[in-house]
Protein backbone atom coordinates (compact mmCIF):
# COMPACT_ATOMS: atom_id res chain seq x y z
CA UNK A 1 0.00 0.00 0.00
CA UNK A 2 0.92 3.62 -0.91
CA UNK A 3 2.91 5.21 2.46
CA UNK A 4 2.52 8.74 2.70
CA UNK A 5 5.11 11.01 4.03
CA UNK A 6 4.82 14.37 5.46
CA UNK A 7 7.02 17.24 6.20
CA UNK A 8 7.54 20.64 7.00
CA UNK A 9 6.79 20.85 10.64
CA UNK A 10 7.94 22.37 13.90
CA UNK A 11 7.45 25.68 16.22
CA UNK A 12 6.60 28.88 15.43
CA UNK A 13 4.97 32.02 16.89
CA UNK A 14 1.77 32.98 16.31
CA UNK A 15 1.01 34.63 13.24
CA UNK A 16 4.11 33.31 10.88
CA UNK A 17 3.84 30.93 8.42
CA UNK A 18 4.35 27.26 7.52
CA UNK A 19 4.57 24.88 4.27
CA UNK A 20 3.52 21.63 4.54
CA UNK A 21 4.60 19.27 1.87
CA UNK A 22 3.31 15.39 1.36
CA UNK A 23 4.66 12.93 -0.98
CA UNK A 24 3.97 9.67 -1.95
CA UNK A 25 6.41 6.58 -1.29
CA UNK A 26 4.37 5.24 -4.80
CA UNK A 27 2.06 5.70 -6.84
CA UNK A 28 0.81 8.68 -8.14
CA UNK A 29 -1.51 11.63 -6.79
CA UNK A 30 -2.97 12.90 -9.40
CA UNK A 31 -5.55 10.01 -9.47
CA UNK A 32 -7.03 11.27 -6.04
CA UNK A 33 -8.67 14.05 -4.49
CA UNK A 34 -6.28 14.99 -1.72
CA UNK A 35 -6.81 16.30 1.63
CA UNK A 36 -4.59 17.35 5.25
CA UNK A 37 -5.77 16.31 8.10
CA UNK A 38 -4.72 17.31 11.58
CA UNK A 39 -5.03 15.67 15.11
CA UNK A 40 -4.58 17.98 17.97
CA UNK A 41 -3.96 16.33 21.59
CA UNK A 42 -7.02 14.77 23.07
CA UNK A 43 -9.64 15.38 19.75
CA UNK A 44 -10.46 13.09 16.58
CA UNK A 45 -8.68 13.89 13.55
CA UNK A 46 -10.69 16.40 11.53
CA UNK A 47 -10.13 17.70 7.52
CA UNK A 48 -8.70 20.65 7.28
CA UNK A 49 -8.28 21.21 3.12
CA UNK A 50 -9.66 19.01 0.80
CA UNK A 51 -8.49 19.30 -3.12
CA UNK A 52 -10.73 17.91 -5.74
CA UNK A 53 -8.43 16.15 -8.90
CA UNK A 54 -9.89 19.13 -11.11
CA UNK A 55 -8.51 21.83 -8.25
CA UNK A 56 -11.37 22.79 -6.65
CA UNK A 57 -10.91 23.43 -3.11
CA UNK A 58 -12.82 22.65 0.53
CA UNK A 59 -11.55 24.53 3.82
CA UNK A 60 -13.03 23.96 7.26
CA UNK A 61 -14.31 27.44 8.53
CA UNK A 62 -11.38 27.37 11.16
CA UNK A 63 -8.73 27.75 8.84
CA UNK A 64 -10.50 29.46 6.02
CA UNK A 65 -8.67 32.55 4.29
CA UNK A 66 -5.26 31.06 6.15
CA UNK A 67 -4.42 28.09 4.83
CA UNK A 68 -4.16 27.22 1.06
CA UNK A 69 -3.86 23.25 -0.17
CA UNK A 70 -2.64 22.54 -3.61
CA UNK A 71 -0.60 20.06 -5.67
CA UNK A 72 2.03 19.89 -8.02
CA UNK A 73 1.26 16.84 -9.97
CA UNK A 74 4.62 17.04 -11.79
CA UNK A 75 6.50 16.73 -8.48
CA UNK A 76 4.36 14.13 -7.30
CA UNK A 77 3.70 16.14 -4.08
CA UNK A 78 0.46 18.20 -1.86
CA UNK A 79 1.54 20.86 -0.11
CA UNK A 80 -0.43 22.80 2.70
CA UNK A 81 0.41 27.19 3.02
CA UNK A 82 -0.47 27.95 6.64
CA UNK A 83 -0.42 31.62 7.01
CA UNK A 84 -1.32 33.54 10.00
CA UNK A 85 -0.72 30.10 12.48
CA UNK A 86 -2.80 30.59 15.95
CA UNK A 87 -2.03 28.08 19.22
CA UNK A 88 -5.44 26.37 18.20
CA UNK A 89 -3.66 24.97 15.72
CA UNK A 90 -1.42 23.16 17.03
CA UNK A 91 -1.71 19.49 15.85
CA UNK A 92 -0.06 16.70 14.05
CA UNK A 93 -1.04 16.84 10.29
CA UNK A 94 -1.43 14.23 7.75
CA UNK A 95 -2.22 13.94 4.35
CA UNK A 96 -4.30 11.14 2.56
CA UNK A 97 -7.00 11.21 0.02
CA UNK A 98 -10.20 12.60 0.13
CA UNK A 99 -11.78 11.13 1.72
CA UNK A 100 -9.18 9.34 3.55
CA UNK A 101 -8.89 5.85 1.87
CA UNK A 102 -4.95 5.00 2.12
CA UNK A 103 -2.86 4.10 5.25
CA UNK A 104 -1.78 7.09 7.22
CA UNK A 105 1.32 7.98 7.87
CA UNK A 106 3.04 9.48 10.72
CA UNK A 107 2.17 12.71 9.88
CA UNK A 108 4.34 16.50 11.39
CA UNK A 109 3.85 18.05 14.22
CA UNK A 110 3.05 21.40 14.13
CA UNK A 111 3.24 23.45 16.98
CA UNK A 112 2.59 27.16 17.57
CA UNK A 113 3.23 29.11 20.97
CA UNK A 114 4.93 32.50 21.95
Known amino acids: QVQLVESGGGWVQPGESLRLSCAPS????????MGWYRQAPGQQRELVAG???????NYADAVKGRFTISRDNGKNTVYLQMNSLKPEDTAVYYCNSWPARLGWGKGTLVTVSS
Open 51 to 57: MFGGGRT
Open 26 to 33: EERFNIYN
